[in-house]
T-cell receptor
Framework: NAGVTQTPKFQVLKTGQSMTLQCAQD?????MSWYRQDPGMGLRLIHY???????DQGEVPNGYNVSRSTTEDFPLRLLSAAPSQTSVYFC?????????????FGSGTRLTVV | SQQGEEDPQALSIQEGENATMNCSYK?????LQWYRQNSGRGLVHLIL?????REKHSGRLRVTLDTSKKSSSLLITASRAADTASYFC???????????FGAGTQVVVTP
């Protein structure tokens, strides 16, 4: 049982490049979310999904796209990277939503945009 | 703006001492959770307390919730060097349960 797996762990992009951050979980969790963590600001929600085929925007969705074609995978796409997207990105999953359960977090992807 | 604010921002104690950190929030919540983050790692869920609960325990952790004051506290008793980490409160305000995080308290426990 690997939990939540994020790849890559580190990435450097040039401004304007696009890329996909991968997230996979093997716990059959319905709920998955993407957060970004910036110094002194805690975590902010980018996008979330309550099940395969269902996604919605969080607090800071601009510049990011998501899709959820399977229960296991929830990739995050950066369309045209900007220096403001330099951050640590965390994917998280929960059995039935954090109203009743806590989230299991991945180990993060540290992204630098130059 | 952030839903949660934590106090203090940083805390330095010695092994064996208790560590207390507080979280205040702005609007009514469904539940409040505490997470730990070791340096360079992901967050680990510690404890969840529902809005109709006042206190919960888990091992050396004690969490209280006062909805009238919109505040919660996390107490770590008999701290260990391994407790060195950042601690975040997070709350849910809607039926789905999207989490909103505070900025965290950085705790350093020296042997």
């Amino acid at each position: 049982n690997a939990g939540v797996t994020q790849t890559p762990k580190f990435q450097v992009l040039k401004t304007g490049q696009s890329m996909t951050l991968q997230c996979a979980q093997d716990m059959n969790h319905e709920y998955m979310s993407w957060y970004r963590q910036d110094p002194g600001m805690g975590l902010r929600l980018i996008h979330y999904s309550v099940g395969a085929g269902i996604t919605d925007q969080g607090e800071v969705p601009n510049g990011y796209n998501v899709s959820r074609s399977t229960t296991e995978d929830f990739p995050l796409r950066l369309l045209s990277a900007a220096p403001s997207q330099t951050s640590v990105y965390f994917c998280a999953s929960s059995y039935s939503g954090v109203a009743n359960y806590g989230y299991t977090f991945g180990s993060g992807t540290r992204l630098t945009v130059v | 703006s952030q839903q949660g604010e934590e106090d203090p921002q940083a805390l330095s104690i010695q092994e064996g001492e208790n560590a207390t950190m507080n979280c205040s929030y702005k609007t009514s919540i469904n539940n409040l959770q505490w997470y730990r983050q070791n340096s360079g790692r992901g967050l680990v869920h510690l404890i969840l307390i529902r809005s109709n609960e006042r206190e919960k325990h888990s091992g050396r952790l004690r969490v209280t919730l006062d909805t009238s004051k919109k505040s919660s506290s996390l107490l770590i008793t008999a701290s260990r060097a391994a407790d060195t980490a950042s601690y975040f409160c997070a709350m849910t305000t809607d039926s789905w349960g999207k989490l909103q995080f505070g900025a965290g308290t950085q705790v350093v426990v020296t042997p």
